[in-house]
């Protein structure tokens, strides 16, 4: 028996306690670390200054209620949420079902990072929220700056060359970007395994961000007028509006949490409500959502369109300059679903076509699964979740054997 079999075989022994635990509703009120900590993972926070100023913030498992504080010999895990999210994002399933957990038991030092804007990373050295340059960011700011920060702080602390990198929608775009921009990186990461990708979105059919698309210079003029610069915040008034129409209206409920991705919530239970209004959305930045929006129309993955006379200043060309996803040489591991609003398979194959080092193309075999399943499925552990582990253990002895013969 492998120590994968083993560990199967031992969580499905523990069920009946952890299921106990599932779906408390009081862990919508609780931070990351504070919901690591109740159920026995041993949490430990960094906080991480970016390049240009930005203070983000980690969320590290120490340790497992089943096997014990992490194997020194296994390479880290970092993991990157997606657009509007936060490390919680991973969790709120619970500790039967979230990735983070499932990977803990196994012996992993798993790291989430949380993305600049996001609830757990607001500070900056020197700008303030309430300050409009704060809040001039899209993810290629996140890609150039707080990836490389978290992985070169991981590598650091846990004196390894390389990690396991999850990214989860836009935690992959951040890759993409990074890895285009500054190739070195490439070196760092011994596999991505990326779960509903998002670079080209030509063929997105999510309603809201084809409007944005098809209305972009109107929307961003408005917003530059009221002064908007940050999307749903964490702290805003949205909470308290989803959480009185969840409490009559599931459907609803649903399609105000889910606007920018979701359109069925078929493998979602309705019981991890109250924990989502309590942690999404952990906010954005404006500009993040009208980046997405542009790749929508442009047909590029590309940098920020700031408009022609912009344009030619910043980049020197009329047009801004597309990312060079040749760059990205790292081994890629894409999981994609059919029903995902935002990842459209046929953008995901382009994708797929381009990358010069794709170790594998994974359909998730359900064909109702949707963007935010990917976390939130209660499903996602048989069909997705167990895969990934397996791949990330198989290269896990690979790294181990190379560590050992060096």
Known sequence: MTPFQLFLVVSSAVTPTISELFFDNKDGSLTTPQI??????????????????????????????VSGRFDPTKPPVLMIHGLLGSSADWIMT?????????????????????????????EHTYLTEDMKEYWDFSWHEIGIYDVPAMIDFVLKTTKFRKLHYVGYSQGTTAFFVMNSLIPRYNEKIIKLHALAPAAYMSHLS??????????????????SVLGINQFMPASSIFPH??????????????????VLSSGEYRNINPQIIPILVGHIPAGSSGKQIFHYAQEVTSG????????????????HSLDPPDYNLTNVHAPVAIYYSLND???????????????????SLNQVPNP???HMDFILSTNAKDELYLDIIASIEADTRHEQRFNRSH
Not at 209 to 218: E, G, I
Not at 242 to 258: D, G, L
Request: proline content about 5%; aromatic content about 14%; hydrophobic content about 35%.
């Open 36 to 65: 690591l900590a109740k159920y026995g993972y041993k949490p430990e926070t960094f906080r991480i200054e970016t390049y240009d100023g930005f203070v983000v913030e980690m969320h590290r498992l120490t340790a497992s209620p």
């Open 94 to 122: 619970g500790p039967q079902n979230g990735l983070p957990y499932l990977l803990s038991n196994l012996g992993y030092d798993v790291w989430l990072g949380n993305a600049r804007g996001s609830r757990y990373s607001r």
């Open 206 to 223: 999510n309603p809201v961000f084809k409007y944005l698309s098809t209305h972009l210079n109107t929307v961003t003029n408005i917003v």
């Open 241 to 258: 509006i989803a959480s009185a129409i969840c409490a009559v209206n599931e459907q609803q409920c649903f399609n105000i949490m889910f």
């Open 300 to 315: 590029h993955f590309r940098q920020y369109d700031y408009g022609v006379d912009n344009n030619t200043e910043i980049y």
């Open 341 to 359: 609003q935002l990842a459209n398979p046929l953008d995901v194959g382009r994708l797929a076509q381009e990358l010069p080092n794709l170790v």
């Open 368 to 370: 109702s699964f949707s």
